[in-house]
């Protein structure tokens, strides 16, 4: 499967962004798809989670209550929506995916990446 994350940019602090993960190739609704970030000088980190019907989701502490994760796999795509934007959520975001029923928060349990987009809040 191919991945392509798009919506990415420049915003204010407080300000709202939504995310895309569009999957190409393969059946994209037995996949688990996560979204990760990787901030300047800092490792990747978990952001968000979704099983592959959407019932299931999860999410770092430190984007509880502002970030949610959905999928609409009629459309092949995931979505994060990202409110109440921090400096500190300035980074890389990339969608990644994995053919199970399950989720997961490890980046080296998922095989599919894509490219990445930049978020960047200023504050």
């Known amino acids: 499967v191919q991945l392509q994350a798009s919506g990415g940019g420049l915003v204010q602090a407080g300000g709202s962004l939504r995310l895309s993960c569009a999957a190409s190739?393969?059946?994209?609704?037995?996949?688990?798809t996560g979204w990760f970030r990787q901030a300047p000088g800092k490792e990747r980190e978990f952001v968000a989670v979704?099983?592959?019907?959407?019932?299931?989701?999860a999410c770092a502490d430190s984007v509880k209550g502002r970030f949610t994760i959905s999928r609409d796999n009629a459309k092949n795509t995931v979505y994060l929506q990202m409110n109440s934007l921090k400096p500190e959520d300035t980074a890389v975001y990339y969608c990644a995916a994995r053919r199970s029923y399950s989720v997961f928060v490890v980046a080296d349990e998922y095989d599919y990446w894509g490219q990445g987009t930049l978020v960047t809040v200023s504050s």
């Open positions: 979704i099983n592959w019907n959407g019932v299931s989701t």
């Open positions: 190739g393969r059946t994209f609704s037995s996949f688990a």
